[in-house]
């Protein structure tokens, strides 16, 4: 029943006329577009500072999946957010 009422807080939304289904394609759909935008946001502040080959799927949790991801990547990838030269 939480789950039900989370979903709904999430999707600003009362739950009385969805089925517990419904509520979870909704979330997914809404968690999706989310990521989506977010990671537009992260590859494009990437690209401004000088990171090379960024893709929006680099920062996409629902993209990550289906490449391989390894820790040497990511670090490549991210290192500009810890740069303490700037």
Same mark, same amino acid.
């Given at each position: 029943m939480?789950?039900?009422w989370q +979903?709904?807080?999430?999707? *600003?939304?009362h739950?009385?006329?969805?089925?517990y289904?419904e509520?979870? +394609?909704?979330?997914?759909?809404? /968690?999706? /577009?989310?990521? /989506?935008?977010?990671?537009? #946001?992260? %590859? *494009? %502040? #990437? +690209?401004? $500072?000088? $990171? =090379? !080959?960024v893709?929006?799927?680099?920062? *996409?949790?629902?993209?990550?999946?289906? =490449? #391989?991801?390894? %820790?040497d990547?990511?670090?490549? #990838?991210?290192? !500009?957010?810890?740069d303490? /030269? =700037?």
């Open positions: 939480t789950q039900i +979903t709904a807080g999430i999707l *600003n939304i739950p009385g006329p969805f089925s289904w509520l979870m +394609t909704m979330r997914e759909g809404c /968690e999706r /577009e989310r990521w /989506e935008r977010l990671s537009f #946001s992260e %590859a *494009n %502040a #990437s +690209t401004r $500072v000088g $990171v =090379k !080959h893709r929006m799927d680099d920062y *996409n949790k629902f993209s990550m999946g289906r =490449k #391989s991801l390894t %820790a990547t990511l670090k490549d #990838s991210c290192k !500009h957010l810890f303490k /030269e =700037k």
